[in-house]
């Protein structure tokens, strides 16, 4: 299986997650998680790497921001 950059916006809403495990068994794909909730990202990353992801980063955005909004698609960019 080839390796991809995943990014999962609303990372932890119960389907993004379920997408996540789908493909973090694979084993061979890097994450980065964009979510509010600091914790459950957290959790989602220590689970992804449980079940064979290759790393998993998580960024903690405000929806509501457009600031924080700018800032996490800059941080998409430059982790290409």
């Known amino acids: 299986v080839p390796s991809h950059d995943i990014r999962i916006i609303g990372a932890t809403s119960a389907i993004a997650h379920a997408f996540a495990k789908k493909y973090a068994k694979e084993g061979t794909h890097d994450f980065t ?6 914790q459950r990202l957290k959790s989602c990353s220590q689970e992804l790497i449980a079940l064979g992801a290759q790393s998993v980063h998580v960024k903690v955005i405000n929806f509501l921001n457009n600031e924080s909004i700018s800032t996490a698609i800059h941080d998409c960019i430059q982790t290409r």
């Not at 998680?33 to 600091?38: D, I, K, S, Y």
């Open 33 to 38: 998680l964009f979510g509010r909730n600091e």
